[in-house]
């Protein structure tokens, strides 16, 4: 399986940006898919998550603020980030977990907030 990560950028504090995943093909009714960010420095962390059934799970940073969804007849997740800061900063990676020993991961992309 293959994740294709897009939607990266630069953008000013304050605003938004949507990010999309696509899977090569369908894993699973089980799997979850999601985002993990990693800012320069820092260690990979989980930004928020998606069951194939819908329910969701964010990080304290970015609730309120970024909403996952997926549809699954596309094979794809999406992150959209509004009210965007610059500690938001990050090379964003989305993941598909299969089961507790198999998660596949996209390639990155990075989104910059920043004036």
């Known amino acids: 399986v293959q994740l294709q990560a897009s939607g990266g950028g630069l953008v000013q504090p304050g605003g938004s940006l949507r990010l999309s995943c696509a899977a090569s093909?369908?894993?699973?009714?089980?799997?979850?898919m999601g985002w993990y960010r990693q800012a320069p420095g820092k260690q990979r962390d989980l930004v928020a998550d998606?069951?194939?059934?819908?329910?969701?799970n964010y990080a304290d940073a970015v609730k309120g603020r970024f909403t996952i969804s997926r549809d699954n007849a596309r094979k794809t997740v999406y992150l959209q980030m509004a009210g965007l800061k610059p500690e938001d900063t990050a090379v964003y990676y989305c993941?598909?977990?299969?089961?507790?020993?198999?998660?596949?991961w996209g390639q990155g992309t990075q989104v910059t907030v920043s004036s």
């Open positions: 093909k369908r894993i699973s009714s089980r799997d979850v």
């Open positions: 993941f598909a977990k299969a089961n507790a020993h198999l998660t596949y």
């Open positions: 998606i069951t194939y059934g819908g329910s969701t």
